[in-house]
């Protein structure tokens, strides 16, 4: 191990920003990262990193890559590449923030990584599948960080949000960002499991996005991932565990004209072999994502899946 390490390369002298991002971005793809926790390729986890050490707008990034940091700020930022590096964790860790649905949230290991094509939806209000002027009650299950059910009451302006989580670590981030963003009114944080909490209310609309991850692709993620709570990422065998639970109350928990949307990322096709007898809709987005699925009310009549499962 050389005096550079974790380097693979001596870093610039006197970087302007532009080659520090470039040396992180070549760093990165030396060392192997793997990224798809709010950016999708090494120059962008490099700028972001650059970007929040130096205090940087990236409304003006022509001319912040022009700049040449003094010497103080640039071994913080190399500080901050040599943790990306050694410790694989997530820039959104190190940075503490992520973006999502055009809004910033906190975000910490009690939580995973806000990257949901749900805000695209939020941002359509879910048109054409539901009538936003009749939302007035809207369900998240496992809202995590809140970011889902905060977007969702910033939509809604009208509607009441009740935000679910079987985490209190995971609650008490989404309690930070409930605060930050001014929406403590209307939206109620509940712990417990799936519809435990809300007793007999009713929704007209229900968004999650649950833990989806079989126990054969939780031993293959990356080491990135293994920051993230294993509560929020494995669902059993399949994938399907906490999804079951989920389509086996959504019928009796929406109101007339509800739908109830659930993101299964890659378990989507296990999910649809499993329930062979529901009209899924999975949905396409313009910015990428998918393995989500839209059912309204009447769609869900008791469905009993393969193995004999509700």
Not at 67 to 82: H, N, Q, S, T
Not at 218 to 231: N, T
């Amino acid at each position: 191990m050389n005096a550079r390490a974790p380097f693979a390369s001596s870093p610039p002298v006197a970087p302007t920003v532009a080659e520090l991002v470039r040396y992180g971005a070549g760093e990165f793809e030396r060392a192997g990262l793997a990224f798809g926790h709010g950016t999708e390729n090494a120059v962008d986890e490099s700028a972001a990193l650059v970007f929040h050490a130096l205090g940087l707008d990236h409304a003006r990034a022509e001319e912040a890559y022009q700049l040449r940091p003094e010497a103080g700020d640039v071994a913080g930022v190399l500080r901050l590449f040599g943790e990306r590096i050694s410790r694989r964790v997530p820039a959104a860790y190190l940075i503490g923030r992520m973006w999502f649905a055009g809004l910033e949230f906190e975000v910490d290991e009690r939580v995973i990584v806000p990257r949901s094509p749900f805000a695209e939806l939020i941002a359509a209000r879910f048109e054409p599948w539901i009538d936003p002027a009749r939302v007035q009650r809207i369900l998240d299950i496992g809202t995590g960080s809140g970011c889902i059910a905060i977007a969702c009451a910033k939509a809604f302006p009208d509607a009441r949000v009740d935000a679910v989580d079987i985490s209190p670590d995971a609650l008490a981030v989404a309690r930070r960002n409930v605060v930050r963003h001014g929406v403590g009114d209307r939206l109620e944080l509940l712990q417990g499991d799936v519809f435990g909490p809300v007793g007999e209310r009713r929704y007209d609309l229900i968004v999650s996005n649950p833990p989806y991850v079989s126990d054969d692709e939780m031993a293959v993620l990356p080491q990135e991932y293994r920051h993230e709570p294993d509560l929020a990422l494995r669902a059993g065998g399949d994938g399907l565990d906490v999804v079951r639970r989920i389509l086996d109350g959504a019928a009796a928990r929406l109101a007339p004209g509800g739908a109830i949307f659930v993101e299964v990322g890659d378990s989507d096709e296990r999910l649809a072999h499993a329930y062979p007898r529901l009209p899924f809709t999975w949905l396409e987005f313009e910015r990428g994502g998918g393995g989500l699925f839209v059912l309204r009310r009447e769609q869900l009549k008791p469905s009993r899946s393969r193995d004999g499962q509700s």
